[in-house]
């Protein structure tokens, strides 16, 4: 799948959505402004960004759901707590996103700032292709009723809300009950997600091609407590039989969705969670190798250089990774200087 033609009479236009707390952000969102101005290509900002990014030639827009409407593209200046956001407006416009990475990990993101006029020419030359993210669609049930519905691009996590009480949970899959634990939590992933808050848990890291779903416990005090990965088909669920210890009806446990999106939980509160209906697209650039970034490396690659892992002495394809692990140290210790993301809960 690649970029869309122009609608006929329509020029091209993407929505841009930064993280306008950092100056970095509004640096790197004026000069991709003013270069896809060049090649002919408008931008859309938020009304909420716009003052701080200072554009008079971008069109604003309302924060709503047609504001990706007809555009190309999302570029997301920021880390993944940005783009996360961005997905609220990206997914149900069907419309790709494209992350510049400002953030610590950044794995969602497809380029790094040094990338800019690469992500640019390959933009206005069509030359990128879309790929789907799977998505959960989660609901939120007391004695059958159902109480919320929302959804999550990496996990939806049922957590308890006071620091000093642990959580009695029962965890379900393809409505059996598979156990009962006294928990911090659990957390509900997609692939995309493995490298997030699942990660943090202890969950295992699941290429973006698999398809399948997460269920990772959080600190669980029970004889089977370990990470587990189930069809893309099954349907897991969480219900609240309270907070170990206590006997309040009031809200013991919360439901996080990508950080970004909570619920109150009482006891009895039941949490289902299956595959989505709609995914959220992301935008590939071709391959390019820099001296401390690259934009269309494989997820292997992009694991090594986000973590700094160390593969000196590797002996593989001479063609292929020679530089990764300098690659890698490289934009580790770029990270460490980095200020933190926008508040995104724990994506």
Request: aromatic share 4%; proline share 7%; hydrophobic share 50%.
């Amino acid at each position: 799948m690649t970029g869309w033609p122009d609608v006929a009479g329509v020029g091209r236009v993407v929505l841009l959505v930064a993280h306008t707390g950092r100056p970095e952000a509004l640096r790197v969102s004026r000069a991709l402004i003013s270069r896809l101005a060049t090649v002919g290509i408008g931008a859309r900002v938020l009304a909420p960004e716009a003052a701080a990014l200072e554009c008079p030639a971008a069109e604003v827009v309302p924060v709503s759901a047609s504001a990706a409407l007809g555009a190309e593209v999302v570029l997301v200046v920021g880390g993944d707590g940005t783009l996360l956001r961005a997905a609220e407006l990206a997914r149900p416009a069907r419309v790709p996103l494209l992350g510049v990475n400002l953030g610590h990990i950044g794995f969602l993101a497809e380029a790094e700032p040094e990338d800019l006029s690469a992500a640019v020419a390959s933009l206005a030359a069509r030359q990128y292709s879309v790929e789907q993210r799977m998505t959960v669609e989660v609901a939120v049930r007391t004695n059958g009723e159902q109480l919320a519905a929302t959804w999550a691009l990496n996990e939806a996590s049922v957590e308890k809300a006071a620091r000093e009480r642990m959580l009695d949970l029962v965890i379900e899959v393809d409505g059996r009950p598979l156990s009962r634990w006294g928990c911090d939590g659990v957390v509900f992933a997609t692939p995309t997600g493995s490298t997030a808050y699942a990660f943090s848990a202890g969950g295992p890291v699941v290429w973006p091609e698999v398809d399948a779903l997460l269920m990772v416990p959080i600190s669980a005090h029970a004889l089977f407590a370990r990470p587990m990965v189930v069809s893309p088909q099954s349907v897991l669920a969480a219900e609240v039989i309270g907070v170990a210890g206590g006997q309040s009806d009031t809200a013991g446990a919360v439901l996080w969705c990508d950080g970004r999106r909570m619920v109150e939980l009482s006891p009895r509160s039941r949490v289902e969670v299956r595959r989505g209906d709609l995914p959220v697209l992301l935008a590939r650039l071709p391959a390019v190798t820099g001296a401390k970034a690259r934009i269309g490396a494989p997820f292997t690659d992009r694991l090594v250089a986000k973590f700094g892992l160390p593969v000196a002495g590797w002996r593989g394809r001479p063609d292929r990774g020679a530089d990764l692990s300098a690659d890698g140290a490289a934009h580790q210790e770029a990270a460490a200087h980095q200020p933190d993301e926008e508040p995104s809960g724990h994506a």
